[in-house]
Structure formats: structure tokens, C-alpha cells
């Protein structure tokens, strides 16, 4: 059996639909995507044998000073 931790690459994220139903959730699936490609989002994917079988997001500005501070403080989310 083969671990890893990767990057997530922009072509695979609709692999990311293994660990979360993206179809239900569209809304925040289409949010996603377009964070990843501005780069405000960084997404590492966990797999086990290149299976998709989890992740975490780090968010760089989410407007909201509860969750990101501009140089100071980023978000974790879908750990």
C-alpha cells in the first residue's frame, strides 16, 4: 500500500469528489475550484494507492477577520 501527501493539481479536483459529494455541495465545489486558480486556496490531497481519501485547505483572504488576517493568519478548512 502507497501513502502520500501531495499538492493537489488543478486537472484532479474533480477527484477530490471521493472524499466529499461535490454534486450536493456545488455551490462550495465551484467556490473551491475558482480559489485554487487565483491561489488564494492550497489544497493537499492524502492518498492511499492514488485514491483521493482525504485533504486540507489552507485560505488565504476570506473577508472575514474571525478567519484570515492580510500577513498575520490563514485558514484551515476540509481537514
Do not use: H
Request: with cysteine; net charge negative; glycine share 2%.
Amino acid at each position: 500500500m502507497k501513502t502520500e501527501i501531495k499538492t493537489l493539481d488543478i486537472p484532479d479536483y474533480q477527484k477530490c469528489s471521493n472524499i466529499w459529494d461535490m454534486q450536493r455541495q456545488s455551490e462550495l465545489a465551484d467556490k473551491f475550484y475558482n480559489e485554487l486558480l487565483t491561489g488564494n486556496r492550497t489544497t493537499y490531497i492524502y492518498t492511499i494507492d492514488n485514491e483521493f481519501v482525504g485533504e486540507i485547505s489552507l485560505v488565504k483572504e476570506m473577508n472575514d477577520s474571525d478567519y484570515t488576517i492580510p500577513n498575520q493568519r490563514i485558514y484551515v478548512s476540509l481537514l
